[in-house]
């Protein structure tokens, strides 16, 4: 904390901000959540249509 203070090392910026920071709800609760039912309700067909659905997801 002192280096920092009397700038003796500087940190690098963040490029895009707002886009690293998350909150906590969005971390822990909706990406599991989105995960599992990506998981769940996957195509099991032929890969055009597994293909637009990862798409869609992603």
């Known amino acids: 904390m002192l280096?920092?203070?009397?700038?003796?090392?500087?940190?690098?910026l963040?490029?895009?901000p707002k886009a690293s920071h998350l909150n906590i709800t969005f971390?822990?609760?909706?990406?599991?959540?989105?995960?599992?039912?990506y998981y769940i309700y996957r195509p099991r067909s032929n890969k055009l249509?597994?293909?637009f659905?990862?798409?869609a997801w992603n």
């Open 14 to 16: 963040r490029e895009f």
């Open 49 to 51: 249509t597994k293909c």
């Open 27 to 37: 971390k822990l609760v909706w990406t599991p959540v989105a995960n599992s039912l």
């Open 3 to 12: 280096l920092v203070h009397f700038d003796l090392a500087a940190y690098p």
């Open 53 to 55: 659905y990862f798409a």
